[in-house]
């Protein structure tokens, strides 16, 4: 079945280091989406990528959707305890399914 | 602008039982999704219904089923509770173009369900 693999699962950093997370489908995706969950929160939409090699920023956020649309990466520079939380990438499969990403847990110590 | 409401917020129930859950998409928003996230992993996909009809199924099994009403609402209802049900029930509200699950999912803050 369809996979989405994230590496790290987890990630403690002290606040202003860099921070990155990777995201692995088995299969091409028509687009790729980061969502944000806070500790006892709901997935918060972040960004969506759809063009290979696609490349957006959002603040200290860049992301990165690969040449052949089946990886994308999250990183964030100079982390803040504000970015605490867990980082999901999402895909849609057969246009009717969005399958989750296993998550990277952020921590930021101060 | 309200966001997407779910109800109830906590919910517990026992082996056996059956539950359902109820969500309210934002307004202008055709497409429900629910989404089952149990502790320490990422959302698992359930259903989505879009203008009442089922578009699109997880890997769930026929305990669980759902339906989508003329105003867009929609509940997730879950048959013969097993203790591996406990989990957050999470729905998402978005605008479906005709291909499918490409647009952002906009989420309710879900339901906490747990099985003694």
């Known amino acids: 079945g369809q996979q989405v693999m994230q590496i790290p699962q987890y990630q403690h950093v002290q606040e202003g280091e860099d921070f990155t997370t990777y995201c692995n489908s088995s299969?091409?995706?028509?687009?790729i989406q980061w969502y944000k969950q806070r500790p006892g929160g709901h997935p918060v939409f972040l960004i969506q990528?759809?063009?290979?090699?696609e490349v957006k920023k959002q603040k200290r956020l860049t992301f990165q959707f690969g040449e052949a649309k089946k990886n994308s990466s999250l990183h964030i520079t100079a982390t803040q305890t504000t970015d605490v939380g867990t980082y999901f990438c999402?895909?849609?499969?057969?246009?009717?399914?969005?399958?989750f990403g296993t998550g990277t847990r952020l921590q930021v110590f101060p | 602008d309200a966001g997407v409401t779910q109800s109830p917020t906590h919910l517990i129930k026992t082996r056996g039982q059956h539950v359902t859950l109820r969500c309210s998409p934002i307004?202008?928003?055709?497409?429900v999704s629910w989404y089952q996230q149990v502790l320490g992993q990422g959302p698992q996909f359930i259903f989505q219904y879009y203008e009442k009809e089922e578009r699109g199924r997880g890997n769930f099994p026929d305990r669980f089923s759902a339906r989508q009403f003329p105003n867009y609402s929609s509940e997730l209802n879950v048959n013969a509770l097993l203790l591996g049900d406990s989990a957050l029930y999470l729905c998402?509200?978005?605008?479906?173009?005709?291909?499918?699950?490409?647009?952002?999912?906009?989420f309710g803050d879900g339901t906490r369900l747990s099985i003694l």
């Open positions: 307004s202008g928003h055709k497409s």
């Open positions: 299969t091409t995706l028509s687009n």
């Open positions: 990528l759809v063009k290979s090699g």
């Open positions: 998402a509200s978005s605008l479906r173009p005709p291909t499918g699950m490409e647009q952002p999912q906009h």
């Open positions: 999402a895909g849609p499969y057969n246009t009717d399914k969005l399958i």
